[in-house]
């Protein structure tokens, strides 16, 4: 039986979703992708990786306002994700792997070994989290909080129709607030090797 599996994951700013993530990877022996696949989609498409950081996780009217194809020396908005998506299968169908972000489940939707999982916490831990990492005051991590909520949000709805934090678009939704980074992995990864059946016990 082929035993790869792939774990896609969503998160809030703030949640450790990167970090549980890096984790689970580690943890489970997969590979593991984030702003990874902006790099390898700039290879192996011979465009500059900054075309993809321009469509990476942002909506702005200016990239979707009908424009197609090449014009005024940028790629649509569309055109780069089908490149990135195309990246993203191919990862996918050589090896175990976790991709954060990036709308990997709607692109992985007819994948037969998928978990898709969001990660949320409460929003103080978020703050906090996020104040440290980016060396922040808690009022301007919350803004940042609240515009790269907005902005991720924005780019999973408009690509993958769905709504992104609702639970019905995963399989399972999970505070890490509650259980703490460490222990989320944990628990993500029995979850996954349920249903995945593997035979090996990571945990």
């Keep these: 039986m082929d035993e790869k599996f792939v774990i896609n994951i969503g998160r809030q700013l703030g949640s450790g ?14 590979s593991f992708y984030d702003k990874e696949l902006i790099q390898i989609a700039s290879k192996e498409s011979g465009l500059c990786s900054e075309f993809f950081e321009k469509v990476d996780e942002k909506i702005s009217h200016t990239f979707f306002n009908g424009s197609s194809g090449i014009s005024n020396n940028y790629l649509s908005g569309e055109t780069l994700f089908q490149i990135q998506s195309d990246v993203i299968r191919g990862i996918a169908e ?4 976790i991709f954060v972000g990036r709308c990997a489940d709607y692109v992985l939707k007819n994948h037969p ?12 831990s978020r703050i906090k989290r996020v104040a440290v990492v980016q060396k ?14 907005k902005k991720r949000a924005g780019y999973y709805n408009y690509f993958s129709n769905k709504i992104w934090g609702s639970a019905e678009s995963y399989d399972l939704c999970i505070n890490s607030s509650v259980l703490g980074i460490v222990d989320t992995v944990s628990f993500i990864c029995n979850f996954a090797e349920r249903k995945f059946g593997l035979d090996t016990h990571f945990s």
């Design 17 to 30: 979703g990167r970090e549980i993530g890096e984790k689970l990877a580690e943890l489970m022996g997969a």
């Design 94 to 97: 050589k090896e175990s792997c």
């Design 113 to 124: 070994r998928c978990l898709n999982v969001f990660i949320c916490a409460d929003i103080d």
């Design 136 to 149: 922040l005051s808690e009022d301007k991590a919350r803004e940042c909080i609240e515009k790269t909520d």
